[in-house]
């Protein structure tokens, strides 16, 4: 709240006194707060990526997915099955590789329609703002 507050008092006296100067350098800096963020994130989104890579080497199929992951962190063995274009069996095979090492959780706790997770990129992506 207190950032709102900020940012409204500044923008206030923009309006009464012209002082557009403490409001645009209020504004870059969340500017550069937050592209620093994004390339941080961006770092070790890729740093990970290559963790896992590593890891799932010798399955083309789960090496696959799990780029697909760093699209989008959700997938059911539809959704595999499309993006790996291999029937919903060998999906389901990656999928269970990527759950084997811990980068897929089933997340529905249902037989029929599960969808999983990447909980470890899903974190990164949500973490808050690091300034």
């Not at 095979?93 to 090492?101: G, M, N, P, V, Y």
Request: glycine share 6%; with cysteine; net charge positive.
């Amino acid at each position: 709240m207190a950032i709102c507050f900020q940012s409204n008092d500044l923008l206030q006296r923009v309006r009464t006194h012209g002082d557009w100067g403490a409001w645009l350098r209020w504004f870059l800096r969340g500017v550069e707060v937050t592209a620093r963020d994004a390339a941080q994130r961006a770092s070790e989104l890729m740093a990970m990526r290559e963790r896992y890579r590593t890891q799932v080497a010798v399955k083309a199929t789960s090496v696959r997915l799990l780029d697909a992951l760093f699209v989008n962190p959700y997938v059911s063995v539809r959704r595999a099955a499309q993006v790996l274009g291999c029937t919903p069996p060998t999906a389901a095979k990656a999928i269970e590789e990527l759950e084997r090492r811990g980068i897929l959780t089933e997340s529905t706790g249902r037989q029929w329609g599960r969808m999983y997770l990447a909980k470890p990129i899903l974190e990164l992506l949500q973490a808050p703002l690091r300034t």
